[in-house]
């Protein structure tokens, strides 16, 4: 199936096109993000769109960029992915990835958006235990740092740390290790999906709207990675 994968630019994304890759029957022909228009930078994460444009770069794949307005009143979003989604089944799309774990009304939700589209929804990493799924990305190349968190949940320190066995280990009690509650977000900068790295840099740490933010920036150490896909 000729598939999209809604891209956060984090690391359940990234580990679910990895997963996606090893399918059989599914090709992934593209990613899909929502940037804020007012900051131009990805929506919740804060993640700068010249960092989502040198992932998909180094993923090897097209980049939707479907700007939102903020802030973003419900109907407003829906009707842009709405028109989205047609334009898409219309271009022959089959499939829309997700990175979701295990909230069921998130889920219910694509699905039920989705519905009568032509386009099926897949979560690939759907229903794996998140501690497990957290020491796989670890295990497995994935590299990954705290682009925003929730200062309820998390200590604002952790803000930029690396996702890596050291932070797992660190977490307090309650907090799901892939952080599927809304915990923390992050921006994966290395791993078996890409192919090199995208050097970053932690940045100023902010709090807006109850959050706290680190802003990732390129960095000089290492090329950002080129390529001549297209971003829509």
């Known amino acids: 199936m000729r598939t999209l994968l809604s891209w956060s630019s984090g690391k ?11 399918r059989g029957d599914v090709e992934v022909v593209g990613l899909v993000t929502t940037i804020n228009s007012a900051f131009d930078r990805v929506a919740m994460h804060g993640v ?17 960029v479907l700007e939102i307005p903020y802030p973003c009143p419900n109907a407003q979003y829906e009707r842009i992915m709405g028109d989205f989604v047609a334009q898409q089944a219309a271009a022959g799309i089959e499939a829309m990835a997700f990175g979701d774990l295990f909230l069921e009304d998130i889920r ?24 497990t799924l957290a020491r796989a990305m670890v295990d497995g190349g994935l590299e990954a740092y705290i682009a925003c968190l929730d200062p309820r949940k998390l200590p604002e320190k952790l803000a930029g740390r690396r996702f890596d066995a050291a932070l797992l280990a660190e977490l307090p009690d309650g907090v799901d290790p892939c952080a599927e509650n809304g915990e923390f977000h992050t921006f994966a900068a290395a791993g078996p999906m890409f192919r090199a790295p995208i050097a970053v840099e932690a940045g100023e740490v902010v709090t807006r709207d109850g959050f706290v933010f680190c802003d990732l920036v390129p960095s000089s150490s290492l090329p950002m990675p080129t390529s001549g896909m297209g971003v829509g």
């Open 12 to 22: 359940d994304s990234a580990w679910a096109l990895h997963s996606l890759r090893q």
């Open 48 to 64: 700068r769109r010249s960092l989502i444009e040198a992932q998909a770069a180094a993923a090897g794949l097209p980049l939707h």
């Open 108 to 131: 219910r939700y694509r699905e039920e958006k989705l519905a009568g589209s032509g386009i099926a929804p897949i979560f690939p990493l759907w229903g794996i235990e998140t501690g």
